[in-house]
Every structure is written in structure tokens, then in C-alpha cells.
């Protein structure tokens, strides 16, 4: 079974703020995915790494996989930012091992 | 552009009871997978499918759970006798392939048993 530790649990940052959340594991993976969890419950796949970086827009994602170590960056935090982001695991790409979750709030 | 949808947005059933929720993967996916999130807790991968057969279970995922694709576009999950503990948002995503490929999410059936 995969420890998935995400830090920190919650975070809250000003409009504009550069943000960082962090995702470590216990056992070596072949896939690391973030998602975001809306208030309403719903789940939107940001990425899905298995090495080095990925850019969609103001998020970066990156994993070192020797660290066993993922981060995500959000750019010009906005309140439209403000969700649960959960890293999830995978050895084999098909059972996945999720994190509890950041709880991001962006004040205006 | 394609969504996943599920089928009944909530659903309240007795102890002991069997429910069937029911998922509309994107047409062209080959990968179907069904989580869990009890209120208040992380999600929970109960188990993936693929070519017509589970390619991974949970610990979570015994006896009384099974999946069937039974015809060409619905993806069900099936909890025999379900118990209060089944309580949670059950969410099921497609893939198209590939290890990195992006998972698409449905919107969730909420399961309240009482």
C-alpha cells in the first residue's frame, strides 16, 4: 500500500500569491495524478506526471521521482483558485492511492 | 465536449438492500475506473476495468460489490446488501489509455442508506 502525505492540509493566500502544495509517497510509482475538487464535490483532473513537468495554463506540476516527491504551483493565485487539490498514486496504473487533500482558499 | 455522466445524482436505499449506480463513459474510452468518498474523508479507489474484465481491485471492493459494462456505452456498480457504512459519493471516471493520459470524472452519485 502507497502512503500518500499531502502538506499543508490547509492554505490560504491573497489574490495573486504564488501558491505550493506538496505530495510525497512511500512507494515508488509509475503515475502521480493532481486533481481538483470543486466545493460542490466535483473532480477535475489538472494532470497526470510520470517524471519531470508539466504547464497547463497558471499550474505547474512537477515530480521527482527519486525524492518519491510531487509539487503543484498555481501562479497568480485567483478566487476562482479556491478548491481541494488531492495527488493520487499509482504503481501500475491501475489501482491509485489518493492523498487527503489541501484545502485552498484565495481571498481577494 | 464529451462528459461522464452518472446516474441517479442520489440515491437512498435501505440496510440491506441492493443498488445498482450506473455511469455513462466517454464514447471512446477503453479504461473505467469507480472511487468512493465518504463524507468528511479522502477519496478511495474501489476498482478498475478494462477490455471487459477488472484489472484491479481494492481491499474495499469485495464480495458484495461487482461491475459490469453491459453493453457498449454503460459502466455499472452493483452493491448487493448494502450497509450504512456504504454511505458516500461513489464517482466514476474513463481513460482513453495510456499511463499519463487524463482521467475524466463524473459528476458523482450520492448513496444514502439507511
Known amino acids: 500500500k502507497n502512503e500518500v502525505e499531502q502538506s499543508p492540509q490547509n492554505l490560504t493566500a491573497q489574490e495573486g500569491e504564488f501558491i505550493t502544495i506538496n505530495c510525497s509517497y512511500s512507494?515508488?510509482?509509475?503515475?502521480l495524478h493532481w486533481l481538483q475538487q470543486h466545493p460542490g464535490g466535483g473532480i477535475v483532473s489538472l494532470f497526470m506526471l510520470s517524471s519531470g513537468k508539466k504547464k497547463h495554463g497558471r499550474l505547474i506540476a512537477t515530480i521527482n521521482i527519486q525524492e518519491k516527491h510531487s509539487s503543484l504551483h498555481i501562479t497568480a493565485s485567483h478566487p476562482r483558485d479556491s478548491a481541494v487539490y488531492i495527488c493520487?498514486?499509482?504503481?501500475?496504473?491501475?489501482?491509485?492511492?489518493f492523498g487527503t487533500g489541501t484545502s485552498l482558499t484565495v481571498i481577494p | 465536449e464529451p462528459e461522464v455522466t452518472q446516474t441517479p445524482s442520489h440515491q437512498v436505499t435501505q440496510m440491506g438492500q441492493e443498488v445498482i449506480l450506473r455511469c455513462v463513459p466517454i464514447?471512446?474510452?477503453?479504461?473505467f475506473y469507480w472511487y468512493r468518498q465518504i463524507l468528511g474523508q479522502k477519496v478511495e479507489f474501489l476498482v478498475s476495468f478494462y477490455n471487459n474484465e477488472i484489472s484491479e481491485k481494492s481491499e474495499i471492493f469485495d464480495d458484495q460489490f461487482s461491475v459490469e459494462r453491459p453493453d457498449g456505452s454503460n459502466f455499472t456498480l452493483k452493491i448487493r446488501s448494502t450497509k450504512l457504512e456504504d454511505s458516500a459519493m461513489y464517482f466514476c471516471a474513463s481513460m482513453m489509455g495510456g499511463l499519463t493520459d487524463t482521467q475524466y470524472f463524473g459528476p458523482g452519485t450520492r448513496l444514502t442508506v439507511l
Open positions: 493520487a498514486v499509482s504503481e501500475t496504473g491501475n489501482q491509485f492511492y
Open positions: 464514447s471512446n474510452h477503453l479504461y
Open positions: 512507494v515508488g510509482i509509475s503515475a
